[in-house]
């Protein structure tokens, strides 16, 4: 379970405002403001859901009003066709926010997807699929999520959380004249 953090609730403000930015042309051109429909979130490959409530939260910032329903939680396997999610209410609420929060639908199940690809693949092993920090900058927190829906573990999230010596650290190191094991006292 995602547990939703200031920084996530920022996050998914920020996505709105950079997308919709001073107003959805389109739609306010197009919709009748009290137009009401029901739209689904259906998969269209073989995957793992991951961020189906990050995503129907998106609906719900931009209009509050609209309601929305998990049809498949985080972590299932899906098929194309499958329906996933539900949003009913204002048809141009709806559009608007239907980007948004699909790319981080998008972008999390894929994720998971792969990751849960992995975890298969040494399934009996004694191996473990590990994430590292190479995330998009302001995403780490779903996108480590997404591991874990897809079977993965976290070693660390930032650098506070341990001492990982890499490459560039030793090199920095030997140029400065210390030798391995000098490095590994220092550590």
Do not use: C
């Not at 995602?2 to 197009?30: H, K, M, P, R, Y």
């Not at 066709?81 to 929060?101: N, P, W």
């Not at 959380?161 to 006292?185: C, M, P, Q, V």
């Amino acid at each position: 379970m995602l547990s939703f953090t200031t920084s996530i609730w920022s996050t998914l403000e920020q996505a709105i405002a950079e997308d919709i930015g001073s107003g959805d042309v389109t739609t306010n051109a197009l919709i009748p403001p009290d137009l009401k429909t029901t739209a689904v979130i259906m998969a269209k490959s073989d995957g793992v859901i991951a961020g189906l409530e990050v995503a129907l939260n998106v609906f719900e910032l931009v209009d509050p009003s609209l309601e929305s329903i998990v049809l498949v939680p985080d972590g299932s396997k899906v098929t194309p066709g499958e329906l996933v999610g539900q949003v009913s209410g204002s048809t141009a609420s709806i559009l608007k926010a239907e980007r948004v929060a699909l790319n981080f639908l998008q972008r999390l199940s894929g994720i998971a997807t792969m990751t849960s690809f992995y975890v298969q693949a040494v399934a009996g092993t004694e191996a473990r699929i590990i994430d590292t920090r190479k995330t998009i900058p302001g995403l780490r927190e779903l996108e480590k999520y997404a591991i874990r829906v897809g079977g993965g573990f976290n070693p660390r999230f930032n650098l506070s959380d341990g001492i990982l010596i890499k490459d560039n650290h030793i090199l920095a190191l030997r140029e400065a004249g210390f030798t391995i094991s000098a490095i590994i006292k220092l550590a």
